[in-house]
């Protein structure tokens, strides 16, 4: 295999992982904030959107871990570390991605998969309220211009690899 095969296989893995991290896990929870519009929260109908939305957040959070070492890969294979533009890029995504990825995964994936297990009344759990005030409200909130103005920096640093300063 030439090093062409192998940067173009990662870099389909890289953009299919970026898909996958951005697309079911938004989707999901439009459906799921029309739900919860509609029944509020104690209802069968918003618990059983919860629990799929748990299970697509997996989804989301493996495509993540994917678009994170497809991206090291390349980097490393190709030593593209010396590039400012990568540089720039790495900056946005440990300041403001991992942190909001890591609160998302203990915040969704732990704390409202625990609320939202199979036979328990969701309800009745003493972190009810806080857990969906502090996922639909704070994070969620964070999320929505945390996200996309990273993927724009980070689409812009990419494509246009403008000449900025070298950070390491």
Known sequence: MN????FYGLKMLHIGALIFWLGPSLGAWWVLRGVRHVYGDNER???????????????????????????????????????????????IIVVLLLPLEFADIYWGNVKLARLFKVGEN????????????????????????????????IFYLVIAKPALPVLF
């Open 122 to 153: 969701s309800a009745e759990h003493p972190e009810y309220e806080k857990t969906l005030h502090v996922y639909h409200t704070v994070l969620t909130y964070s999320a929505m211009v945390i996200v996309p103005l990273s993927i724009l920096m």
């Open 45 to 91: 109908p918003s618990i059983i959107s919860h629990r799929l939305f748990v299970n697509i957040l997996l989804v989301e959070h493996v495509a993540f871990v994917a678009l994170l070492l497809s991206g090291a890969a390349m980097a490393i294979i190709f030593q593209f570390y010396s590039h400012a533009w990568l540089q720039w890029k790495l900056l």
């Open 3 to 6: 090093d062409a095969t192998i």
